[in-house]
Each structure stands twice: as C-alpha cells, then as structure tokens.
Nanobody, 118 residues
C-alpha cells in the first residue's frame, strides 16, 4: 500500500507564494509518477502539475493556467514532491491533493487547503 501526506497549505494574499510538500511512504516502488491536483467547490478535480519518478528523467507537466508560476520538483531520497506556487491568484483557491499513479491506479492524499485573498 501507498500513503501520501500533504502539507504547506494556508492563506496567502494575491501575488504571494506557498510551497506544498507531499511525502510518500509504503510501497513506493508502485509509484511511477506523482502530481498535484486541485478541486474548488462545485468544480471537477484537475491536474495542476505532474512529475515522473527517477526512471523518467526530466518529465514534468503543467496546466496552462499555472505554467510559469508553479514549479514541481522532487527529492527521491525523501520520497517527496514539492509544488512551489508563486504569483498566486484568487482563482488558485482550492483544495490541493497529492496523487501518485501506478499505470491506471491512483493513490490520493487527504488534501491541503490553499486560499488566496484579493
């Protein structure tokens, strides 16, 4: 089994920054990619940024809405991924979830709230 634990959410003013982290534990060899998703009230969960594991060098993916503002990174020794969020906008307000994928199987954290005020 795989466990994912997010941290780093909070309240920030528009234009500010936050750094999210997600630590994976358990059967981490059953994860070939990880990513950040978000879900605002009444909206569908969407992919924000994704990154491959050490076997997929340099593989990252970003939603158009965050490209140039958010950066995903990883620390393989710690089994942890990060999401550096800069120039935050009120529309970024959502619950942010860490996800890990193993082909068609997904693992989810419980989410961390990010609120951006104007």
């Amino acid at each position: 089994q795989v466990q994912l634990v997010e941290s780093g959410g909070g309240l920030v003013q528009a234009g500010g920054s936050l750094r999210l982290s997600c630590a994976a534990s358990g059967s981490t060899d059953r994860i070939n990619a990880m990513g950040w998703y978000r879900q605002a009230p009444g909206k569908q969960r969407e992919l924000v940024a994704g990154i491959g594991n050490i076997r997929y060098v340099g593989r990252t993916n970003y939603a158009d809405s965050v490209k140039g503002r958010f950066t995903i990174s990883r620390d393989n020794a710690k089994n942890t991924i990060y999401l550096q969020m800069n120039s935050l906008k009120p529309e970024d307000t959502a619950v942010y979830y860490c996800g890990g994928s193993y082909y068609s199987t997904y693992y989810w954290g419980h989410g961390t709230q990010v609120t951006v005020s104007s």
